[in-house]
Every structure is written in structure tokens, then in C-alpha cells.
């Protein structure tokens, strides 16, 4: 199976809405192979992994792991060479009309009985302002994905507006940040193994807890206009939490 390209229409759809919908994009033996290599994770997170929603009731090595977020890259360094990563990247410059390169990837494993969704958020909120409208997301779920075990929810035209003013979670030991767009416009996109979906860095988005009986995984690979010098400035909100010291460092905001 050949990976697709990026017809006008798909290219319009992006612009207009600031997400896309790609279906059979992965074959399933490169979906296969990546999978095999985040099982390691799944199996050592203590060592491999942190807690995106460790709660703050909880002691560091009694962290039940409610949202479980690493690399790729950490447990697979051959991944740079994999069909999907080169797709992604020239996919996504077809969609942004510039060439964008890859910039960092992320494997965000839920559990069964005990996720937590994955509030509200633009990937800008993160990041610093040099990003501003440079950057894209290809989000890779492992296995089909639906409201109950965590499917990707947009806010259609949400790239349009503002990066919203964010907070940091309440009651977690990490640095998730809420934000709180015109849900009236919520979009979600339950797709299948195989299909990806793509969002604007200024795309508002979330994903529902897991209440299936088995992990939703899904890998996030993240880009950036090519020539993008670093991230730049933070905004006020933004925090590093060092989840194995506890230390909390404030990066500059101006």
C-alpha cells in the first residue's frame, strides 16, 4: 500500500477549517512496527515515561499514570528512517504551502478505567511566539478511535482567532494547560486504524478519556516551518515541570 498525497480539495479543507481528516493514510505494517517498538514504554513507564495528569495527590513513584506521555524516539532511533515520518513531513508541507520539517514527536498512552481527557488547548499555547502560525500536527492513533476511548475533538475555523489565554491544569503535577474555546463549534473525528488526522498549531483541540477496556495510544509527530529559529518567547501561562525533581521553571515571557 503507497501512502497519499494531498489533493487540492484536502488542501482547501485544511485552510478553511485548520484540521484534516486523512483516511488509510498508515499501512498497517508500518502501524505495526511502531507499535511494537511503544509496547517497551507501556511495559516500563516508570523509567520511560511521565505522567501528563499526575495528580497532585499522589507521590511521584505512586503515580497511577492516567494520561502516559514519552518519545518514539526514546525507545525506537530508527524511526527517523520510517515511511510514515517522511510522509508526514511532506504531507503537511503540501497542506501549509510551505516545506515544514519534522520538530518533535510525542506517544500519549490512556488506560483503561483510570484516563482523564486531554483538556482543551492550542499547541501554541505551548509553544513560543516564533511559532506563531508555523507550526502543524499529524496525530497518529494505534488502534480505532471514537468518543469513548479518545478521539480527536476540533473546533472548526479555530486556527482563525487568537491563541487563548491558558491555565495550567488544576490538581496535576505537570505542565497541562486548559483553555476554553466556542465549544458550540466542536467537531469530533472518530477514525479508524490507519487513518491520521492533521491541525493547525493554533487549532483548539481535545481528546475524551479512555473508557474502552483496553489503552487508546496514538503517536503526535509535530512540525515547523523550515527556518524556524527556536521557539522565542512563552507566554505568561507556560511552566516546566521536572517530574523528577518536582522543580517548576518559568521560561521567559517577554
Sequence with gaps: MSYPSATEGQRASYREHGFLVVADAIPEPDLDELEGHLERILTSPRTLAFDWAWSEDEARDERSFRIIQSSPSLVWPGITEARFRAWAVGFASDLVGRPVEFWYDQFLAKPPERSVPTSWHQDEGYWGRNLADRGITCWIPLQDVDEANGCMHFIDRGHRGDVLEHRRVEGVQSDLLVCEPD?????????????????????????????????????????????????????????????????????STR
Design 183 to 251: 465549544v458550540d463549534r466542536t467537531v469530533p473525528c472518530p477514525i479508524a486504524r490507519g487513518s491520521v488526522t492533521f491541525h493547525h498549531s493554533r487549532m483548539p483541540h481535545m481528546t475524551t478519556a479512555n473508557r474502552s477496556p483496553a489503552y487508546r495510544k496514538a503517536v503526535s509527530q509535530h512540525m515547523r516551518v523550515v527556518g524556524t529559529e527556536g521557539e522565542g518567547d512563552h507566554y505568561p501561562w507556560k511552566v516546566y515541570v521536572d517530574q523528577l525533581t518536582g522543580t517548576t521553571t518559568v521560561p
